[in-house]
């Protein structure tokens, strides 16, 4: 009898500590859903923060401060509080970690990637398609005080990459795509004529005739010493773009791998070929594709467009000394082509997303200031910093931005060719773009992709041998590193999985572990002393 209620007492007390520990690790899980208020509360104050990613680029860190500036005159109530990060995967880190404890920021700006993450914690993050039809504070609502695009003014194809599980996450801040800085210069030089449209055929050739070498060892084309003709910086697209391009398989919106396929396997045979013979690299293998090109070390330089302001002889960014600086003629491209008829190309960029305060109207206050943030003012502005394009078609039909494309050349900063033709070259591709599929597990397998690029190369130059056997060992290898068999619905095991264990439901399964414990102890305590009687 004593056992029994004693046994009741301990269960009874795990009962009552349980729910304080879950509430404690996982403040958001008590969360109610966004309801949208009636009408917006003018006579409170707000103070809502705003998390977003800054290159050192001062320009764009005074855009941030005069965008929130004139938003506070208009919402005199409303302070917005900046804070500043040089690294997407920082902001990514420093959310997850907030999640367990409800102190996420309002708004930061992110990747649809890392918001299918952010969702795993229940109400989180707030679902906008009810906000973008608003009548009185959606996108254009009559409530705005300002000049809100309306929906159908957002880049439908930009818009689309903000969309988990049928459902508007996000807003799209501004966007960009890769593009292909060419030497041309150096092509001409070679025999070759820059073709509107590479294919990678051409790259592959005149990659591998710059690796030419005079009889002293320097490379023919810039008689120096080093000459990386093709550089990659995100392997993770080129992977991505080339499987799309060959109308391959990648993954599917529910979250099936399907990355591992005969394209994927043939196309990185390739890769170890011009890997092999050095005319093939890597920013993570060799350093910014940027530098290299400024040097006259590289010919064909895979970046994003947002990255033009580094690329080219007279880039108002570069990054070496003046003395290393060797002058040619820059082309910008798209990336390189299986089909130059029918091209297709990534669209990638930040967005913007918000979280769940528990309080609508503090809600509906950062709403208001993620609207703002897609104004022609702050548009414009910062596209103009970098080779970004406006996600609106008000701001990109707009006069001042069409004044803007208009003086291309006019000086090396702000109207800096390269820069321009790299925005041009979006604007005139939008229907070209395309987005991956989005879901909880999407961002590792976006780096698994690169990272089968990345090992090969680098296997080829240990003089490893890349055949069969190599690549089935790397399949595993990289499924393993990222975990893809807990990610999604996985094709191989038919297993769905809901990806890692958030920080407070791995510390409630331990706080269970150790209930159990306690309890197997006492019960088998308990039955040594009645043995023992």
Known sequence: MMFTKKFTAFLLSAAVTLPFVLTGCHGSRGLDPFVIPEEFDTSRN?????????????????????????????????????????????????????????????????????????????????????????????????EVRFDSPAKDEIIPQFLSECV??????????????????VNKTYVEALGYTVPDVLTWDFVWEVSEAATEKNADGTFRINGQNVMLPFIYKSTDNMMIQVLRQKGADYSTAEGDILLFNDTTEEFLYTVAEHAATEA??????????????????????VDSTAGATWMGTDAPLSDISEENLVRFETAVRMIPQFDPDNPAMISQGPSVC?????????????????????????????????????????????????????????????????KLDAAKLLLDHTDDTFVTPVFNGSASLRSAAGQLIENVTKSVRRSETVDDAYMETLYADITSLYRLDSVGTS??????????????????????????????????????KKRKK
Request: proline share 5%; with cysteine; charged share 15%.
């Open 280 to 301: 093939f690299t890597t920013f993570k293998i060799s350093s910014y594709p940027a530098n290299f090109l400024n040097a006259g070390q590289c010919i064909f330089a």
């Open 164 to 181: 988990i599980d049928g459902t508007h996450y996000a807003l799209p801040f501004m966007r960009s795509t890769e593009a292909c800085y």
């Open 491 to 528: 094709v191989s095991t038919g297993k769905t999985d809901l990806g890692p264990l958030p920080p407070a439901a791995a510390a409630l399964l331990s706080v269970l572990g150790i209930t159990w414990a306690g309890i197997l102890v006492y019960c088998g305590r308990e039955l040594w």
């Open 46 to 142: 707000y103070e809502i923060t705003f998390w977003a990613k800054n290159d050192t680029n001062k320009t764009q860190t005074d855009i941030y401060h005069q965008a929130i500036e004139d938003f506070q005159a208009i919402y005199p109530n409303i302070t917005v509080n900046l804070r500043l990060y040089t690294d997407y995967s920082r902001i990514y880190n420093d959310v997850i970690t907030n999640i367990s404890t409800n102190t996420t920021p309002n708004v930061c700006i992110t990747y649809p990637d890392h918001i299918a993450t952010y969702r795993t914690g229940t109400n989180v993050v707030v679902p906008l398609d009810e906000l973008f039809a608003n009548e009185k504070y959606g996108l254009g609502g009559s």
């Open 354 to 418: 918000m979280f769940n305060k528990g309080d609508p109207q503090e809600v509906l206050a950062s709403w208001l200031f993620m609207q703002y943030l897609l104004t022609n003012d702050v548009q414009i502005a910062y596209s103009g910093t970098e080779g970004y394009v406006p996600v609106t078609s008000k701001a990109q039909s707009s006069g001042e931005y069409q004044d803007y494309l208009s003086r291309s050349g006019e000086d090396n900063d702000h109207y800096y060719s390269v």
